[in-house]
């Protein structure tokens, strides 16, 4: 019998089996930061882009958690201004996957394989995740994203060509990033299975950790039921459509009061 949904949150919303290790994406070149488990081959990966005027030090929480499930996550610590260009945050996306990939991560020598990746961001990073992924890149296999934005160019146009899953969380109180005109238009543009989920009671930095002082320009703060459920939800989604593992697809499918389904195609394609 399948686990019930709300013990695979509990389960997911708490760090994996794995011992984690931090490594440096600057001694390869590109500034940002890598967690890994401590060993393993061919193993998942996830490139994450930070939000408008944020951190990869923001996500550290999230990143670990990935990692401590067996998913390589990298961030690179790039366009961080007010003006950032978008266009090149996703080409730095696509160049941290380049580096996980090819080389051996850790003392260890772990190795990712290049045939299960992710990209996953917040805000502009999730923006930025959206027009990576519609580079047609056949190695990104599924897109997560956390009150994604709108970007230059539109990330609603990219959607289009996107036939990975995604996964779009957005927060009922953004008043940054407002779903409408952001996460559900990328959502319902989607050409692939897509999925939109609401976070109840959570704002626009609700998934970021720690203090900073962009939060006097920007609305909202961190939020701990907001982390633990985008860590539950991101963990099983890259998982499941990573790894193949139908372990955690219950939690996917249900409807959750915290994180209440608004768009969902997971099992059509969304019409273009």
């Known amino acids: 019998m399948a686990p019930k949904p709300k013990r695979l949150l509990e389960q997911l919303s708490h760090p994996g089996p794995h011992e984690v290790l931090r490594g440096d994406l600057a001694l390869v070149g590109l500034p ?3 967690f890994t488990p401590t060993s393993g081959l061919n193993l998942p ?3 994450f882009g930070h939000g408008w005027l944020q951190s990869p030090d923001r996500y550290l929480g999230l990143l670990r958690h990935l990692a401590s499930w067996g ?6 610590a790039t366009q961080r201004g007010p003006v950032p260009s978008h266009r090149l945050f996703a080409a730095d996306l696509h160049s941290t996957l380049d580096i996980v990939t090819g080389v051996r991560l850790g003392p260890a020598g772990i190795s990712v394989d290049p045939a299960a990746l992710g990209l996953a961001g917040h805000s502009i990073g999730g923006g930025a995740a959206v027009l990576a992924a519609a580079e047609q890149d056949a190695r990104i296999k599924a897109v997560a994203t956390i009150a994604a934005a709108q ?6 146009e990219a959607a289009r060509a996107i036939d990975a899953p995604g996964l ?3 927060a009922d109180e953004d008043l940054v990033t407002p779903a409408p005109s952001n996460a559900e238009a990328i959502a319902r543009a989607w050409r692939g299975p897509v999925q939109l989920r609401t976070i109840a009671k959570s704002s626009h930095l609700g998934v970021t950790e720690g203090r900073h002082w962009s939060q006097l320009l920007l ?3 961190p939020h701990r039921p907001t982390q633990r459920l985008v860590r539950a939800l991101f963990t099983a989604f890259f998982l499941t459509h990573l790894t193949g593992s139908n372990s955690y697809r219950p939690l996917l499918d249900a409807d959750l009061k915290q994180a209440s389904i ?3 195609s997971s099992q059509d394609p ?3």
């Open 32 to 34: 940002g930061v890598v």
């Open 45 to 47: 990966a996830v490139v």
């Open 71 to 76: 998913i390589v996550a990298a961030a690179p």
């Open 151 to 156: 970007t230059v160019p539109p990330a609603t």
């Open 168 to 170: 779009h969380l957005v």
């Open 219 to 221: 609305h909202g703060k």
């Open 262 to 264: 608004a768009v969902d």
């Open 270 to 272: 969304v019409p273009t």
